[in-house]
């Protein structure tokens, strides 16, 4: 479509100013996904075993560190091979060079929520790494390519509304959206079992509702 139509719908949305600083940057074309870090939008929260909350972000930073194509590398790459970023993944892993990421949080009090000029549960708004610095957690090496693609990756089924004891809900409205649609998305696309098939089943012994029917 033209460009004047998209700028016409985003300058009545302002809160897409700080997509268009990383869109029209350079970091706005990941080289590869070895190379791009990962960020989630959304504001969870960590209860610890006194039941204390903590908000919560988690991001993901690549160990190799990040790359970036310009519009006129995009074009010869992406031109060359559109499923370049997975063949170098794949390559990556099949000559033991295996991709590492850093998981990494910030933290904040909800006592703090209200003391600062942003919502840090809005999902346009990043939390200031000055005032919320980065602490590693924990890091994900992948190091393993999948032995059957479509038992292994086109049947994985995401959702936010899967959570581990520890980590919850925060009122963030597009979060509580998602915790929803995305189950119902899956159940679509998968059927009503899908928490039943290996990949999306827990390794550990478990209980669950779902029994025969549909899958």
């Known amino acids: 479509q033209e460009f004047w139509r998209v700028w016409d719908?985003?300058?009545?949305h302002p809160e897409s100013c700080h997509m268009f600083t990383f869109l029209l940057d350079d970091v706005g074309i990941p080289k590869d996904y070895r190379h791009m870090p990962g960020f989630g939008v959304h504001t969870f929260k960590l209860i610890n075993k006194q039941g204390k909350?903590?908000?919560?972000?988690f991001h993901w930073i690549p160990k190799c560190g990040e790359e970036s194509l310009m519009d006129?590398?995009?074009v010869i790459v992406g031109g060359t091979n559109h499923s370049h970023a997975t063949k170098d993944l794949y390559d990556a892993i099949d000559a033991g060079d295996y991709p590492e990421w850093t998981l990494a949080i910030q933290t904040m009090e909800l006592?703090?929520?209200d003391k600062f000029d942003f919502d840090p549960l809005?999902?346009?708004k990043t939390w200031p790494e000055d005032q919320f610095p980065l602490l590693e957690?924990?890091?994900m090496v992948l190091n393993k390519n999948c032995d059957n693609f479509f038992t292994e990756s086109e049947q994985l089924a995401f959702c936010p509304g899967l959570i581990i004891p520890g980590i919850y809900y925060s009122d963030d409205k597009m979060l509580q959206t998602r915790v929803?649609?995305?189950?119902?998305t899956q159940r679509h696309r998968l059927g009503a079992n899908y928490l039943q098939l290996p990949v999306n089943a827990p390794r550990c012994l478990y209980r669950e509702?779902?029994?025969e029917g549909f899958m």
Do not use: L
């Open 137 to 139: 957690v924990g890091r």
């Open 209 to 211: 509702n779902h029994n």
């Open 180 to 184: 929803f649609s995305y189950s119902d």
């Open 111 to 113: 006592a703090d929520e």
């Open 53 to 57: 909350e903590t908000y919560v972000k």
């Open 122 to 124: 809005d999902v346009t």
């Open 72 to 74: 006129e590398e995009a």
């Open 9 to 12: 719908f985003f300058m009545t």
